[in-house]
């Protein structure tokens, strides 16, 4: 396990290098070679439950607060092209860290896996909601490979991969 912009590096630049998940966007799609999906994120804003004073309706009203994301993430690509200015972290637990102690009003989370990323946290996932699922942030995660990996390793996963989802029902 790595950070989230190591990872994304590393499998970005040495041949026969797996990351999982990650998201598959028009930007990426000529980076990797895609094994398959393996989860489907729908991301929101997220905040301190005691936070009532950030009220967000659509995403443009995001915009006025201070966020944290992680570098080389799909969701940190789209907000920023959008607009938005953000605090960069190297991964999702820095995110939080700074959102906990603070420092930012909002960070994006998929509101599936806050309980999740709650026990590697100083604080319970009870002092933190989601309060804005973000349409442009719904995306289809993948297990990916870099580009140079050898192809006898993507057509096997591949295999595998479809094999086991037509014999479990995967979607």
Same mark, same amino acid.
């Not at 996932?125 to 990996?149: F, G, H, Q």
């Given at each position: ?34 094994? /398959? ?38 969701? +940190?690509?789209? @907000?920023?092209?959008? /607009?938005?200015?953000?605090? @960069? ?8 860290? &700074? ?6 009003? *909002? ?5 599936? &896996? ?6 590697? &946290?100083? +604080? ?12 442009? *942030? ?25 094999? &086991?989802?037509?014999?479990?029902? *995967?979607?």
């Amino acid at each position: 396990m790595y950070p989230w912009a190591r990872a994304f590096r590393l499998a970005s630049t040495i041949q026969n290098t797996f990351i999982y998940t990650i998201a598959r966007t028009r930007g990426r799609e000529n980076n990797f070679h895609w094994i /398959g999906p393996v989860s489907h994120f729908e991301l929101a804003f997220v905040a301190l439950k005691e936070r009532d004073d950030i009220i967000i309706n659509n995403t443009e009203e995001a915009k006025k607060y201070k966020i944290a994301m992680q570098r080389n993430d799909f969701s +940190t690509d789209i @907000l920023t092209n959008l /607009g938005f200015e953000v605090v @960069l972290t190297t991964d999702i637990q820095k995110s939080y860290a &700074l959102l906990v102690a603070k420092k930012v009003d *909002l960070i994006v989370d998929d509101p599936e &896996l806050i309980h999740q990323i709650s026990q590697y &946290l100083p +604080t319970p996932d009870a002092e933190v909601k989601a309060i804005y699922n973000v349409e442009e *942030l719904k995306v289809d995660a993948y297990l990916a490979a870099n580009k140079n990996t050898d192809m006898r390793y993507i057509n096997a996963l591949q295999k595998a991969f479809y094999t &086991l989802k037509n014999t479990q029902g *995967l979607p």
